[in-house]
């Protein structure tokens, strides 16, 4: 089926670790998005993409990159895995900016740092 | 900055209650406002949104938020909860990024 997928959906990695996070979308969305969800602190933002090779930062940057040299994909990494990283993230992304075009929502991967 | 801040944590009712969340966001330009619904283990989709002309807008499952420019508000309502509205609920608003409120967790009694 199209539409955006996360994997792995689980994953348990040590601290100090590098790893990665990936994301496909087969809608042709211009624009994709990286949150984390945290029990109370709802969805926060780690970074977003307009279109390949144009990336910004969210609100909580510090210790990821993203990277999209395709469309369809937007990966995020952790460069040195820190049990505060622990948390489930979800990719999402957009058709455009304007007009109201909703967010669609990938499953999720949950990433336990030990 | 841009930010959105939902005043209820946790909200309990039983079935038939009504139901009000609020939302309110900090932003100085166009905004697109969204109501986002997540179901105990799946991911978020779209309740409703809002973008341009009736400030009441209507979604699916028998939700409707209201904006209130003057107040920066964009509370959720609806007449009467199921127990399957059971979930955690989160507001949403696009100006120069898309950020979430912190999102609120309603259990229906049934």
């Known amino acids: 089926d199209a539409g955006i997928t996360q994997s792995p959906r689980y994953k348990i990695t040590e601290t100090g670790r590098q790893v990665t996070l990936m994301c496909h979308q087969t809608?042709?969305?211009?624009?994709m998005f990286w949150y984390r969800q945290d029990l109370g602190h709802g969805l926060r933002l780690i970074y977003y993409s307009a279109a390949a090779d144009i990336t910004d930062k969210g609100e909580v940057p510090d210790g990821y990159v993203v990277s999209r040299s395709k469309t369809e994909n937007f990966p995020l990494t952790l460069e040195s895995a820190t049990r505060s990283q622990t948390s489930v993230y979800f990719c999402?992304?957009?058709?455009?900016?304007?007009?109201?075009?909703?967010?669609?929502f990938g499953q999720g991967t949950r990433l336990t740092v030990v | 900055a841009q930010s959105v801040s939902q005043h209820n944590h946790h909200v309990i009712l039983s079935e038939a209650a009504s139901l009000e969340l609020g939302c309110n966001y900090s932003y100085g330009g166009t905004v697109n406002l969204f109501w986002y619904v997540q179901y105990p283990g799946q991911h978020l989709q779209l309740l409703l949104k809002y973008f341009s002309g009736d400030p009441l807008v209507k979604g699916i499952k028998g939700f409707e938020a209201e904006f209130i420019k003057s107040k920066f508000s964009f509370n959720l309502r609806k007449p009467s909860v199921q127990w399957s509205d059971t979930a955690e609920y989160f507001c949403?608003?696009?100006?120069?990024?898309?950020?979430f409120g912190q999102g609120t967790e309603l259990s229906v009694k049934p």
């Open positions: 809608w042709s969305h211009s624009y």
């Open positions: 999402a992304s957009s058709e455009s900016w304007n007009s109201g075009t909703e967010a669609f």
């Open positions: 949403a608003v696009k100006g120069g990024k898309l950020i």
